[in-house]
């Protein structure tokens, strides 16, 4: 439940994030309202239909729908992202453009609108299978209440980081441009925040504090001997109460809670209670709630590389600009889209078999700390079972999660036969999360390394590429040796420009362009090994009386002033003046410089 729609969230808040807004939109709002209308109508019968005529008879019926139409309800708002354009509409919302996470906070409300839908749709047949009827409002509201704390630490560090960077402070728009600026803060607010939260879960999910009775006091003692330190014990009224599930929130003792529904204390024996304890203790004493902000911070630095990767494949790929130009839209647009995507697909796949991964097996490390501090299996077996027949008997359901209860329980009696199971299976998981860790360091110092502009060299090694392929197909064409020059000369690249205008000029030997633009990359190269001022007026005088261009006068005045003509240089610059006067401005600076005492660097 809470942890699929955990996913569920993860996906919007991807999808809407990570998706730029278009200066257009793609359909006319009247149009796109049209069709928005007509695809809500239908979703709204599609969850009718799903929960009508007695289709749901027990808790996995109920719960497979709601899957069911939650998937249904990401796929309805990507079409409003990627095809209705929402956020575009979304943008013009007062104060949007001071703070976008109002953007994506509207797009979210749009993913909660379809969940409105699901949950009104639900609510007959939740009454049947939980035995309590609600009103559409009052069932929308606690559903409201169970999934609001899954976005709020994405909501509160958004809007957080946007509100910090209207402060009047260069300083600090600086520090969130660097490299490691805004990953630094997310990643300390987002410690301190986990620190805190449990604290606000607790009143959205209105649980409250166990009476003073046999049964604390039992709880208590048994977390005494257990050495466990907590703030409080809760009842959770998770589903009315009437799910049998238990859990432990908080990082440290001041915002820890334990919590248990009522349906869970009413129906499992004191031996069980106990092995469920002892199952959440597991928990805590194996640091698997620190584990998990590792795991969900992990993903935010394997995302990234492999975003900066992805692009930068994309835009060396000649398929890439032929699937651009064949859908007629700009290289960016694709990319973003096409990387999105491939961002999603990793997000799922992360955290259904990675961070899945992971989870069941710290489940089983509970399980096996629940059997190990009881002295046996029994007890936590038991639970399990019961827990399994009164929800619906879901023993055999498979779980991404947790491992199915069918599953746990056959680990548990294999390792109630042969103990070395219990070291085994804990060095299985020590040693995933060592080579998790040995990935993640292994993707921060690629990060580290990683050139600032590798996505803007990606295309330019495209283009070389390309233009080297020219020269091979058409080796007696000139054009793509000047081309190719020109590009490396952009790049600084001065060995291999020179390397290709001289060999576009044995070519064509007189050809105005490449004589001009060795001859400037020869005065202008910052390395002294290419730097040739005697030779680049040569061939800046050859260019000059080939095409008198103005800009090729301004490299011949460069020329003569770098040999120690200054006066040849300021005849050469004012010809150019007088052949472009539109551009006159950036001669006449030239000009100046050449009539000032010191020679130009």
């Known amino acids: ?25 793609l359909l006319g709002a009247g149009f796109a309202s049209l069709f928005f209308v007509l695809k809500a109508a239908f979703f709204f019968l599609l969850v009718r239909f799903s ?24 796929i309805s708002l990507a079409m ?10 979304f943008a013009m919302l007062p104060g949007a453009h001071s703070l976008p996470v109002l953007t994506s906070l509207a797009g979210l409300l749009l993913f909660f609108f379809y969940l409105c839908l699901i949950w009104y749709g639900a609510r007959k047949s939740y009454g049947q299978v939980f035995g309590r009827r609600h009103s559409g409002f009052a069932f929308i509201k606690t559903n409201l209440k169970n999934n609001i704390p899954i976005i709020l630490p994405w909501l509160t560090l958004s809007l957080l980081a946007d ?87 908080g990082l440290i003792r001041r915002f820890r809670y334990i919590l248990f529904t009522p349906a869970l204390l ?10 469920v304890m002892a199952h959440e203790i597991g928990h805590v004493k194996r640091y698997h709630l620190q584990l998990y902000m590792v795991l969900l ?16 494949v994309l835009l060396k790929s000649d398929y890439f600009y032929e ?73 055999e359901l498979p779980s991404w999660h947790h491992f199915g209860i069918a599953q746990r329980v056959t680990f548990l009696d294999r390792c109630e036969q042969d103990r070395a199971q219990i070291a085994r299976h804990h060095r299985k998981v020590y040693g995933a999360l060592l080579l998790y860790f040995f990935v993640l360091a292994g993707t921060g110092f690629t990060l580290w390394k990683m050139p600032d502009d590798l996505l803007q060299r990606a295309p330019l090694d495209h283009l070389t590429s390309l233009y080297m392929e020219k020269t091979t197909e058409e080796p007696n064409n000139p054009l793509w040796y000047q081309l190719l020059g020109d590009l490396q000369q952009g790049r600084k690249f001065y060995g291999q420009a020179v390397a290709s205008y001289e060999k576009g000029l044995r070519i064509s030997p007189n050809h105005p362009e490449m ?71 950036y001669y006449v600076k030239q000009l100046g410089k050449f009539t000032s005492s010191a020679q130009i660097d």
Request: with cysteine; charged share 20%; hydrophobic share 50%.
């Open 80 to 89: 409003d992202v990627y095809f209705l354009d929402c956020q575009y509409y």
């Open 266 to 275: 009413r129906n499992l024996t004191i031996e069980e209670v106990d092995a």
């Open 297 to 312: 911070l992990g993903f935010s630095l394997i995302a990234q590389l492999g975003s900066y990767l992805f692009m930068y």
């Open 515 to 585: 004589l001009n633009n060795l001859a400037w990359v020869l005065l202008t190269a910052d390395d002294p090994q290419i730097a040739d001022p005697e030779k680049a007026l040569m061939l800046a005088r050859e260019a000059a009386a080939a095409k008198p261009a103005a800009y090729i006068l301004d490299t011949l005045a460069l020329a003569y002033w770098r040999n120690g003509f200054p006066e040849r240089a300021r005849q050469a610059e004012k010809q150019a003046i007088a052949v472009d006067p539109e551009n006159s401005e």
């Open 51 to 74: 929960y009508g005529k007695n289709r749901i008879k027990q808790a996995a019926d109920y719960f497979s729908a709601e899957q069911r139409l939650s998937i249904a309800a990401i």
């Open 163 to 249: 509100t910090i960077l209207l402060l009047p402070f260069p300083a600090v728009k600086i520090f969130f441009q660097s490299t490691w600026g805004e990953p630094l803060f997310f990643l300390i607010f987002f410690i301190l925040l986990s620190i805190a939260f449990p604290e606000i879960i607790r009143r959205l999910w209105g649980c409250r504090s166990m009476e003073q009775g046999p049964v604390r006091s039992h709880i208590e003692d048994f977390c005494s001997r257990q050495g466990l330190k907590y703030a409080d014990i809760l009842v959770w009224p998770l589903f009315e109460g009437l799910v049998l599930t238990a859990g432990v929130m």
């Open 323 to 395: 699937i651009s130009a064949f859908l007629g839209k700009k290289t960016d647009v694709v990319l973003i889209f096409v990387s999105t995507f491939a961002l999603l697909l990793l997000l799922i796949f992360y955290f259904r078999f990675v961070f899945g991964f992971f989870m069941r097996n710290f489940e089983r490390q509970a399980d096996l700390h629940a059997m190990e501090s009881m002295g046996t299996s029994q007890g936590i077996v038991n639970a399990l079972e019961k827990v399994a027949w009164l929800s619906g008997n879901i023993r």
């Open 1 to 25: 439940m809470i942890y699929n729609n955990l996913i569920y969230l993860v996906v919007v808040i991807f999808i809407l994030s990570t998706n730029s807004i278009p200066d257009t939109p």
